[in-house]
């Protein structure tokens, strides 16, 4: 595996790549990978002749500092299982790399109504944050086709809208949520449970399964969703929201009719999860 860290050499060496007709698959990651993002390695090796992964920690899409700070690094595991996993290329920017004129003052991007509601609405800035990055990494790779996990299922949306803005041809492929056996999410931020915490956490699973059970046994949303926020109250997290979703359009879902996903947020302690299912 190539690593770079100057985007003018992975630039160069892309045109080459791209030159030799190969199909450039990109999966963009914060590091601290698991096997969910190991998975969209796997798919881009399905479907690119060269798949390139990026590890940075993008300061702009945090809204809490606190959380920034404390976001897991383990880049020497990380380089080990892309390695094994065949990964040809790694881009691991340093902040003024992607970002040489500072962070304050960055363009904005009209993203519509996805940008107030759910985690819009409770992490205020995080996706024009996550556009910032993406514009920058994708004029930099300019991949044929990005792989991205269904995990951030409203990042995915918010991407694909920053796609149309870009007028760009990008594919984005949205790969299935990975989990433990257990039923949680892989999610980096899972590294930072302590053991009590880790075992509770799969209440967010448990809770949309039965969201899915019983929204599909036709019981009422509002039935459903006390329950849902009861779980995850008495297993001690704290909720941003538990919600039911037009899966197409991510706005409240109303009726029965065409496909849903059912989204939740929660905190345990001072780490936020969140996760989905389609029901
Ligand atoms: P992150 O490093 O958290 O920014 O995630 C990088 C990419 O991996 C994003 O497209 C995520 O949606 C995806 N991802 C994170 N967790 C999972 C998972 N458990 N299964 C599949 N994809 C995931």
């Not at 899915?212 to 006390?226: D, H, L, S, T």
Request: hydrophobic share 40%; aromatic share 8%.
């Amino acid at each position: 595996m190539i690593i770079f860290k100057y985007a003018r050499q992975l630039e160069e060496y892309i045109q080459q790549q791209k030159t030799a007709r190969k199909q450039i698959g990109f999966v963009p990651t914060m590091g601290a990978l698991h096997n969910g993002h190991i998975a969209l390695i796997d798919q881009s090796k399905k479907e690119a002749g060269l798949t390139v992964c990026s590890i940075f920690v993008n300061p702009t899409q945090f809204n809490n500092p606190k959380d920034y700070q404390l976001y897991p690094n383990t880049i020497g595991q990380d380089i080990a299982k892309l390695e094994a996993a065949g990964c040809e290329v790694l881009f691991l920017p340093a902040i003024a790399e992607m970002y040489p004129a500072g962070t304050i003052n960055l363009e904005q991007y009209d993203l519509g109504y996805l940008e107030t509601l759910l985690e819009g609405k409770y992490r205020p800035g995080h996706f024009q944050g996550v556009c910032q990055v993406m514009y920058r990494l994708l004029t930099m790779v300019q991949p044929d086709k990005l792989f991205m996990g269904q995990k951030d299922y409203q990042q995915c949306m918010v991407v694909n809208r920053l796609l149309q803005l870009m007028q760009s041809a990008i594919q984005l492929v949205t790969c299935p949520t990975l989990r433990e056996p257990d039923g949680l999410a892989m999610s980096s931020r899972n590294m930072r449970l302590p053991a009590e915490d880790r075992q509770k956490a799969t209440t967010i699973y448990k809770c949309l399964t039965l969201i899915k059970e019983e929204c599909n046994k036709g019981i009422a949303w509002a039935v459903i969703q006390k329950k849902a926020v009861q779980s995850l109250l008495d297993a001690g997290f704290t909720i941003d929201y538990v919600e039911l979703a037009d899966a197409r359009t991510l706005q409240p879902a109303s009726g029965t009719q065409g496909p849903r996903v059912a989204l939740i947020a929660a905190f345990l302690h001072d780490v936020r999860l969140i996760d989905n299912m389609m029901v």
